[in-house]
Each structure stands twice: as structure tokens, then as C-alpha cells.
């Protein structure tokens, strides 16, 4: 009854995540849902020990997918891969309800860490392409994470990163719904500083000009 719980759960969220399905049985084609039934299996031989099958059966899912779930990390529910193709999860990995990826991103370690040696990602938190969370700490939850970030440490709740390194652009503490996976319309901290410039600037300027049309108006009274 688990192994047929959890294939109706993995359609259930492929329906709800991608608006390019039309019909239940697609869903069998998607290298997401085929990784994610190998995964669960995967894991439950690593929690057993018995490490040589757990591991031969993530990396058959690996060569069939392009998608690599270490059997160690340990995945909660509603999780989603969009596309999939190159995506890394390494083995130490926790990840939380209702998370999805995008192609391309990798959930690795520094090669530094000793035992706990990849992040926490928490419940809600969205995860672009290309994106790279590298290191032993917490993506907290209801988060996104811009295409093409490299984040390098914490993460508070309901915030933005973009960048290389990753910089964190707060919001106003508000949960982000499960359907919101707009990965393309981030705040841009750097456009938002140039912006705060150019009014700065402005403001400047026409400072300037009052000055001198006051210097001008007190030139003429003499």
C-alpha cells in the first residue's frame, strides 16, 4: 500500500506543478516522477544498510533521468523537480514539504564539512535553474532562490536570493503560495541600488540648480 500511496502522491504533485500536463498518464514519462520512485525505495534500503543496493538503484535512476538523489538524503512531501536534467542532491541533504527544483540545480557541500555536509532546505522554498546551495546550512522556509545563484550560507524565511555569491533580498514575511514558481520576475538588488542612485542623483542635481538660481537672483539684487 506505501509503494502505490506514493505513485498516487508523485502524480498528484506533477499535476498540481505543471501546467503543460494534460492527462494522468504523462505523468509516467517524467523523469521527476521516475526519480522520485526510485528515490523513495532507495531510501528506505539506505536506512536499512544496506548501502550497495540502495546505491545501485539511485544510480540507475541517475543514468535513466540525468537526476542524482544520493539514498541518504532524506526528501518530505510534495517535492517536485521541473525538467530535471542535471540536477544534485548529495547525501547529507534534508528537504522539507512542498519544495520544487528547477533543472540544473545542485545540492552539494563544500568538500570541506566533516558528517552533516549539504543543506537544510525548508518547507515552501522554490529553487531556479542552475541555482547552487553549497554547504551545511539552513534555506529557510518559503524562500526562492533566483536562476543562476550560488548561496554560500543561511537563509532567513520568506526571503529572495540572487547572485553570485547569493544575496538575500528581504520581503515582507509573507508565505509564498505552493503555485507561485514565477523563477523570472526576482528582485534584482543591483538594479534596485543603481535605481536609488540615479534618484539620489537626480535630486542632486536639481539642488544644485535652485542654488544657483538663488546665487543668480542675489547677484541681481546687488
Do not use: C
Request: charged content about 25%.
Amino acid at each position: 500500500m506505501g509503494f502505490i500511496k506514493n505513485i498516487k502522491e508523485e502524480i498528484a504533485i506533477i499535476k498540481e506543478r505543471d501546467p503543460a500536463i494534460h492527462s494522468a498518464m504523462e505523468v509516467f514519462l517524467y523523469p521527476s516522477f521516475k526519480v522520485m520512485v526510485h528515490y523513495r525505495l532507495a531510501h528506505k534500503l539506505y536506512k536499512k544498510k544496506h548501502y550497495f543496493w540502495a546505491r545501485l538503484i539511485s544510480q540507475r535512476a541517475a543514468r535513466k533521468t540525468g537526476i542524482e538523489i544520493h539514498p541518504g538524503a532524506t526528501i518530505g512531501k510534495g517535492f517536485f523537480i521541473d525538467h530535471g536534467n542535471g540536477v544534485i542532491i548529495g547525501e547529507t541533504t534534508i528537504i522539507g514539504d512542498n519544495v520544487t527544483l528547477y533543472q540544473g540545480v545542485t545540492l552539494g557541500g563544500t568538500g570541506k564539512e566533516q558528517g552533516k555536509r549539504h543543506p537544510t532546505i525548508e518547507d515552501n522554498v522554490m529553487i531556479s535553474a542552475g541555482a547552487k546551495v553549497l554547504g551545511s546550512f539552513t534555506i529557510g522556509a518559503n524562500s526562492k532562490i533566483g536562476a543562476g545563484s550560488v548561496v554560500l550560507e543561511e537563509v532567513p524565511p520568506n526571503s529572495t536570493v540572487v547572485g553570485i555569491p547569493g544575496r538575500v533580498v528581504k520581503r515582507n514575511n509573507m508565505t509564498l503560495p505552493r503555485e507561485d514558481m514565477d523563477q523570472v520576475h526576482l528582485p534584482d538588488p543591483v538594479k534596485e541600488d543603481i535605481s536609488l542612485l540615479q534618484q539620489s542623483n537626480t535630486a542632486l542635481t536639481n539642488k544644485l540648480i535652485e542654488l544657483e538660481e538663488e546665487i543668480k537672483r542675489l547677484k541681481q539684487k546687488q
